[in-house]
């Protein structure tokens, strides 16, 4: 039996030593043990609604340290949580916080779990704002392998991706649309866990991603939400099985909150797009929204654009809302609507007719095809792992992300290939050139499966949940 120290605290920050087993919070006059609780998660064991909310209030106030809550996730993540346990940890989350609301059902959001090249909110956001739908924005860094919609925004000199949040529901009243990462009001237990789970290998868990999700949609206001539930080799989910039973998770947690859901299951077995990075992933944005974007990218940005119009009640119909959505393009509004959008935000909006305006690395190299024949498959996760290698993403916390450096595919999955043809460009600096061999070698023994037989091109939207 480890030693036991009982502590009463009251609210005071509690700087832990070894070994802290029980602490006992006045303010919710509840009693419990931290040990025990992890020990029974760690079995199989439920915790309650009680336990829970006092864990995530107790680590959320400083009062339970970094090592416990680590071992707590853990648990939870290796040992899974039931409905009602995942229910518990989302309202626990969604309750550390500040919750806006706002009046009319045309507030809707949209939220990706996360993949390679994942551009699609600076494309279908403007869309749907053009079209009459206030988005609410409140988007993630990198998280593990994946980029983050905020550090790619960034990449535009001014940008502000912090805004109190007054300044936040004054903006979405009065622009429509507004963008920003998560803020300590905002579902704040979701900012600590996040980033422990990005260092302790605990993300790719059901309950663990529908409570840091909802917590953060929940809490910002919006009447409905449309998620993009990525699936494959660069995805938190790695089967359409797995992928199903977090949309499930989602769209349930969204109806017991009354808000209209809609979740799309979509291929994430290759970067979305072309470009992989950040100021290259804005250019291609700004690309798409101009209507010269890649097929990939622009059906998605679409179709996930519609169903936002669609739940918004701004089109009665989807096909409607679709249509809606692609002359918000042809028009030029959503392009519009993305100056707008950095021009609000304090953004240098004359990136959009001036790209150079973007950090961006030097030096192209690029990485041909070893023999001929099609692509097979891409090690997907790896392309973001050995994009952070380069730089464009982070190793610890306090990394800073360079945005100029990047990839640019020019081979896709099915696409036939000569040898010495090039599959993708690595933008990068002068002092760069060991690493760009390292990502070569990687590349082509990691990532790369070629096939001497035809490929066929991976289905885009794989499932529709609603
Ligand atoms: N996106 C989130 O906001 N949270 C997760 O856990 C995974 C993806």
New binding site residues.
């Given amino acids: 039996m480890p030693a036991r120290i009982h502590m009463t605290m009251i609210g005071a920050h509690l700087k832990v030593g070894k070994p802290v087993v029980t602490c006992e919070l006045i303010m919710t006059n509840e009693s419990f043990q931290v040990y025990p609780l992890i020990d029974r998660k760690k079995r199989g064991g439920r915790l309650t609604d009680k336990e829970i909310k006092w864990f995530i209030q107790s680590f959320t106030e400083n009062k339970i340290p970094d090592y416990q809550m680590s071992a707590m996730l853990m648990a939870m993540f290796i040992k899974g949580m039931d409905v009602a346990e995942t229910a518990s940890l989302t309202d626990a989350m969604l309750e550390s916080g500040e919750q806006l609301k706002f009046p009319g059902k045309n507030v809707i959001d949209k ?1 990706s ?2 993949g390679i090249g994942d551009k699609a909110s600076f494309i279908l956001a403007p869309i749907a704002s053009a079209a009459g739908v206030k988005v609410p924005m409140i988007a ?1 860094r990198g ?1 593990g392998h994946t980029g983050g919609t905020v550090d790619k925004i960034e990449a535009v000199k001014g940008f502000k991706t912090s805004l109190d949040l007054d300044d936040f529901s004054k903006m979405l009243n009065k622009e429509g649309l507004v963008l920003i990462g998560q803020t300590p009001d905002i579902a704040p237990a ?1 900012r600590l866990i ?1 980033a422990l ?1 990005d260092v302790t290998a605990t ?1 790719d868990s059901i309950p ?2 529908t409570a ?2 909802m917590s ?1 949609k929940l809490a910002e206001g919006a009447n409905g939400i449309v998620f993009d539930i990525k699936m494959g080799t660069g995805a ?1 989910m790695r089967s359409t099985k797995d992928a199903r039973a977090l949309g499930k998770s989602l769209i349930a947690t969204s109806k017991r909150f009354k808000k209209k859901a809609v979740a799309l299951i979509t291929d994430m077995n290759q970067p979305l797009g072309n470009e992989v990075g950040h100021s290259n992933e804005i250019i291609e944005s700004i690309e798409t929204l101009k209507g010269n974007g890649p097929k990939d990218l622009t059906d998605l940005s679409i179709a996930l654009a519609a169903h936002m119009i669609h739940i918004a009640g701004v089109e009665k119909t989807f096909d409607k809302a679709h249509k809606k959505a692609l002359e918000m393009v042809s028009s030029g509004k959503a392009l519009n609507e993305f100056r707008k959008l950095l021009r609000n935000q304090g953004g240098d909006e004359r990136v959009v007719d001036d790209y150079s305006l973007l950090p961006m690395a030097k030096i192209t190299t690029e990485i041909v095809a070893p023999k001929s024949g099609y692509i097979k498959m891409f090690q997907n996760e790896k392309i973001g792992l050995l994009l952070i290698e380069l730089g464009g993403g982070r190793k610890s916390k306090s990394d800073i992300i360079d945005h100029g450096v990047g990839f640019t595919f020019k081979k896709k999955i099915g696409d036939k290939v000569k040898k010495g043809e090039v599959i993708f460009t690595i933008q990068h600096h002068p002092h760069q050139k060991e690493i760009v061999e390292t990502i070569r070698t990687r590349f082509l023994k990691e990532v790369l499966t070629m096939s001497a037989s035809k490929v066929k091109t991976p289905k885009l939207i794989i499932e529709k949940l609603s």
Avoid: N, P
Wanted: without cysteine; charged residues 20%; aromatic residues 14%.
């Fill in positions: 939220h779990t996360g993630g998280l979701d996040y789970r993300i663990l991603i840091s999700i953060k938190f």
